[in-house]
């Protein structure tokens, strides 16, 4: 059974920083591109980083660039975003996707909530 299982998600204030964690099961993890998504109150879910199987190259979207880590540890098939200088509109639900090499194969967390309080 495929399990994506997000913690470290609450509520911090404007400045702040969390680390998110995101531990898999069920599935070769290592195997994985893995990336973290979020869909902030009343919009899409948004790319927030990707990385790939070995962690060697990482991908950004613009709006947390310089500010989020993401980084993973396939000997305990975790991937990890470290969220630094944190502001009102990083408020969202943060999901953990696993990218397989089909729709059917991709898998998707519970996601974690994420409020930044001004």
């Known amino acids: 059974q495929v399990q994506l299982v997000e913690s470290g998600g609450g509520l911090v204030q404007v400045g702040g920083s969390l680390r998110l964690s995101c531990l898999a099961s069920?599935?070769?993890?290592?195997?994985?591109?893995m990336g973290w998504y979020r869909q902030p109150p009343g919009k899409e879910r948004e790319l927030v980083a990707q990385?790939?199987?070995?962690?060697?190259?990482?991908n950004y979207a613009d709006y947390v660039k310089g500010r989020f880590t993401i980084s993973r540890d396939n000997s305990k098939n975790t991937v990890y975003l470290q969220m630094n200088s944190l502001k009102p509109e990083d408020t969202a639900v943060y999901y953990c996707y696993a990218e397989g090499s089909s729709r059917t194969q991709s898998y998707w967390g519970q996601g974690t909530q994420v409020t930044v309080s001004s």
């Open positions: 069920g599935f070769t993890f290592s195997n994985y591109p």
């Open positions: 990385i790939t199987r070995g962690g060697n190259f990482r």
